[in-house]
């Protein structure tokens, strides 16, 4: 059997955007899917529990994680053309938006809208990651996963993921089962154009692009982000703390009678999305901070750590905005992000 390299005590705060102190008991970085068949086929190993890690982008330490703690590395791309589609793969470690790059300098088009999404290819499934318009759902083909139930590696269609806003079976019912090392899309020689955003279009006009490339997508997209969402490089944030509500319209209803001016969103049959951004702000959290913790001057929905802040405090800092935004509104927000660590 090989030698595994296991780290103890390792220090997370690089591993985590929102750059909070914690440690893992042990830490084991995963570049091949054999080493997961040996580690969970090992008995010292195997009671000890573990913890999935890609990017750390999604992720809120608030406490030590007192266990194996497995850093997703597999690398590798891989692309297979079939008429106007292509099959393209991505190792779990490959970053998301190093094969954002890699599809579009290809001409493979249908995530050019996702670009500068952080993290992993192999997250990008557990919370079926979106933005301006696309969701991964829209081109997902399959993934490899490790099994740990069955200690085996296992092939996962579309239809398997449970996919829905922000959501998956990976994120939900079989959370914990699943690790996934690669993921397949289908992308398209033949693109279509997302562009439909007041933020986009505006973004295109001023760069007097009237019938934008992928390229210009990814670009847009990307300088969009870059002036809307603050950098975790320079201060630490996981992105959209909570997920936007998808209510009744008949309780939609009731709400814009009282709010005539609430932000909100069609989201199918009988249903409306509401911008949990748009109420937090109306709450008055906007650029509020309390110690370290915040939310970012520009987007009530991302909280930020202005330096310092531990893992506990900026979930405290997010109940209160939960809990006001429930009596304000009687709206239950739900955490995006994960929380990891016990919080008695
Ligand atoms: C500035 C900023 C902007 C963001 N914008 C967006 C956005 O526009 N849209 C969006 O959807 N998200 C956004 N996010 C959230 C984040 O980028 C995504 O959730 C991303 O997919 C997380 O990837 P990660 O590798 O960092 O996952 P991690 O944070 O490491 O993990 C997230 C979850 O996935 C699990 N996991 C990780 N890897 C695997 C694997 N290989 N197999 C099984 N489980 C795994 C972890 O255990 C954890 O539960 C943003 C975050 C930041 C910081």
């Known amino acids: 059997m090989m030698q595994m390299d296991i780290a103890q005590n390792e220090f997370l705060k690089p591993?985590?955007?929102?750059?909070?102190?914690?440690?893992?008991?042990?830490?084991?970085?995963?570049?091949?899917?054999?080493?997961?068949?040996?580690?969970?086929?090992?008995?010292?190993?195997?009671?000890?529990?573990?913890?999935?890690?890609?990017?750390?982008?999604?992720?809120?330490?608030?406490?030590?994680?007192?266990?194996?703690?497995?850093?997703?590395?597999?690398?590798g791309i891989r692309s297979?053309?079939?008429?106007?589609?292509?099959?393209?793969?991505?190792?779990?470690?490959?970053l998301w938006n190093d094969l954002v790059g890699y599809c579009v300098n290809h001409g493979f088009a249908g995530i050019e809208n996702m670009a500068l999404i952080p993290g992993t290819a192999g997250a990008a499934p557990v919370q079926n990651i979106g933005a301006y318009g696309v969701e991964l759902m829209d081109v997902f083909d399959s993934c490899r996963a490790f099994d740990t139930h069955r200690k085996e590696m296992v092939s996962l269609k579309k239809a398997d993921c449970g996919f829905a806003y922000r959501d998956s079976i990976f994120k939900h019912q079989e959370k914990n089962r699943y690790i996934v090392t690669e993921i397949s899309l289908m992308l398209s020689l033949h693109p279509i154009i997302h562009s439909d955003y007041g933020a986009i279009q505006a973004e295109l006009e001023a760069r007097g692009i009237s019938h934008p490339g992928i390229k210009d997508m990814a670009e847009v997209v990307s300088h969009i982000r870059l002036a809307k969402l603050p950098d975790p490089s320079t201060i630490g944030n996981a992105g959209s703390f909570f997920k936007n509500p998808i209510i009744p319209q008949v309780l939609f209803e009731e709400l814009n009678r009282r709010f005539p001016e609430i932000v909100h969103y069609p989201a199918g049959e009988g249903l409306v999305k509401l911008a949990a951004g748009w109420l937090i702000e109306y709450c008055g959290w906007k650029g509020k901070r309390l110690?370290?913790?915040?939310?970012?001057?520009n987007q009530a929905l991302v909280l930020v750590?202005?330096?310092?802040?531990?893992?506990?405090?900026?979930?405290?800092?997010?109940?209160?905005?939960?809990?006001?935004?429930?009596?304000?509104?009687?709206?239950?927000?739900?955490r995006e992000v994960n929380v990891i660590g016990a919080l008695d």
């Open 15 to 75: 591993y985590n955007s929102f750059g909070v102190a914690a440690e893992a008991r042990y830490f084991m970085r995963v570049r091949r899917e054999d080493e997961l068949i040996q580690i969970f086929g090992n008995p010292d190993w195997e009671q000890q529990s573990k913890l999935v890690l890609g990017g750390g982008t999604n992720m809120l330490f608030v406490d030590n994680f007192n266990g194996l703690l497995l850093k997703m590395d597999i690398p």
């Open 80 to 94: 297979t053309k079939n008429g106007l589609k292509v099959l393209v793969s991505a190792g779990a470690g490959v």
């Open 305 to 334: 750590n202005h330096g310092g802040a531990s893992g506990r405090e900026i979930y405290q800092f997010s109940a209160a905005i939960m809990e006001d935004v429930k009596n304000t509104f009687g709206i239950q927000l739900e």
């Open 291 to 297: 110690g370290a913790v915040g939310t970012w001057k």
